[in-house]
């Protein structure tokens, strides 16, 4: 359990990490996402992706860390995305952590509501460090 002091909101936040074979740019995560083009929601998706990777910019939330390595990792995600870091860095891939907060638009917001993995051969993202 989490006990937090000070200001407190209603309001929640998922924590992700993404490491990736190409640079992350909201074409290339909306596609790792799943999202068609010939979708209803793809402009959801677009958005939810264009936010995502304007997000990693900003670190993860309720965590102090001044680099991305695999400490600071195993930490926060666990030791399967510690190991998956470890791994893939190796072989030039590139990590990026940031968060998602239900203030945000509503795919945004159902995506911090759940915890979730997304592991294929050349793109990792891990969203379990999620705080109601």
């Known amino acids: 359990m989490k006990i937090r002091d000070g200001f407190v909101t209603n309001s929640s936040s998922t924590n992700f990490m993404i490491i990736c074979k190409e640079k992350l740019t909201p074409e290339y995560l909306s596609k790792k996402l799943g999202f068609k083009s010939n979708s209803f929601i793809r402009s959801l998706g677009d958005d939810l992706s264009f936010q995502i990777v304007s997000g990693t910019g900003r670190g993860v939330?309720?965590?102090?860390?001044d680099e991305i390595n695999y400490d600071n990792i195993l930490k926060i995600f666990g030791k399967k995305?510690?190991?998956k870091y470890h791994k893939l860095t190796k072989k030039g891939f590139h990590t990026y952590?940031?968060?998602t907060s239900s203030d945000d638009d509503c795919l945004s917001s159902f995506m911090t509501m759940d915890c979730f993995i997304i592991d294929d051969n050349d793109f990792y993202m891990d969203g379990k460090n999620c705080a109601w």
């Open 97 to 99: 952590v940031g968060y």
């Open 61 to 65: 939330r309720w965590f102090e860390i």
């Open 81 to 83: 995305s510690a190991e």
